[in-house]
């Protein structure tokens, strides 16, 4: 289907639905996709492009209505998403094709709605959540990339991905992880529970895969920073063992670059009956060979 084709169809769908002013509110979720590059993160800020801001002016716009919409998580700048999903509220009752083609056809080329799914009152994008997936892309080859170069993170010295998967166990299950917290993180605690982590390669690519309840802020890019150090020899697979048991983030690696990360899943009670699409990016499979904690 044609951009011209989808935008007549998201048009048709809108003009059939009708706007039911004052009637009950329903709460609404959607699955979003988003290229981060050019966006000062998910948060709407003041002055600045952000994801929020975008998909918020293309949901009113469709709704006829302001909208205001809750995340699963707030990703920083420069970062991606797959699958990410929020929720809103509205008083405009619309088919569903109008909450993903309408919206779409309103929204820039690099924030897109994937699916879309009523929920009842109790859902909420952040506190039904029971975990957050993220995958961290790196391009390990001499020489930069010209295709895809603004999602993933080029590291030019051989990666030893076992040994950075060997080195990674330590961090399942229940852990402080002060060692790879933001200095800035609001977090009341830095305890977090990791129930999969895994690094693969395929070809010139390096994935880190994790799965936690939830994040401290930069903990992904944190890990992945040390990780780095391990798998080009410059630390022993030991290190990582250590550096969370000193719970100081001064002796860790530096921050890993954002543009390799991408939010992939949220996981939420299976009652709710939410869509799950594939998680990606692009090639990657939803369940690579990995070693998970039950």
């Not at 509110?25 to 929020?52: C, F, M, P």
């Amino acid at each position: 289907m044609n951009a011209s084709v989808s935008a007549e169809v998201a048009e048709q769908s809108l003009t059939e639905s009708t706007v039911l002013s004052g009637s009950t509110t329903i709460k609404i979720a959607l699955g979003v996709e988003y290229d981060g590059s050019h966006y000062y993160g998910w948060q709407r800020q003041n002055e600045v492009r952000s994801v929020q801001e975008r998909l918020e002016k293309a949901l009113s716009q469709v709704a006829n209505e302001p909208i205001s919409v809750f995340c699963a998580g707030r990703t920083d700048a420069g970062v991606h998403a797959t699958g990410q999903v929020v929720h809103f509220e509205t008083t405009a009752h619309r088919k569903d094709p109008a909450w993903t083609m309408g919206v779409n056809t309103h929204l820039p080329a690099d924030i897109a709605v994937r699916w879309v799914k009523t929920v009842s009152d109790d859902f909420h994008a952040r506190f039904s959540a029971t975990a957050r997936r993220y995958r961290y892309v790196i391009f390990n080859h001499r020489y930069r990339p010209a295709i895809l170069s603004s999602g993933v993170t080029h590291f030019h010295y051989p990666l030893d991905a076992e040994r950075m998967h060997q080195a990674a166990q330590c961090l399942l299950g229940e852990n402080d992880f002060t060692s790879f917290r933001a200095v800035q993180c609001q977090s009341r605690t830095p305890w977090r529970n990791v129930m999969h982590v895994n690094v693969s390669r395929y070809g010139d690519y390096v994935v880190v895969d994790i799965k936690a309840n939830a994040f401290v802020h930069h903990m992904v890019r944190n890990i992945v920073g040390s990780l780095l150090e391990i798998g080009c020899g410059n630390q022993d697979i030991t290190w990582m063992a250590e550096l969370l048991a000193l719970k100081d983030r001064t002796k860790a690696a530096a921050t890993a670059k954002a543009n390799g990360l991408y939010l992939v899943s949220v996981d939420y009670p299976e009652h709710f009956e939410l869509p799950k699409p594939a998680m990606g990016p692009l090639f990657l499979a939803d369940n690579p060979i990995e070693i998970s904690q039950s």
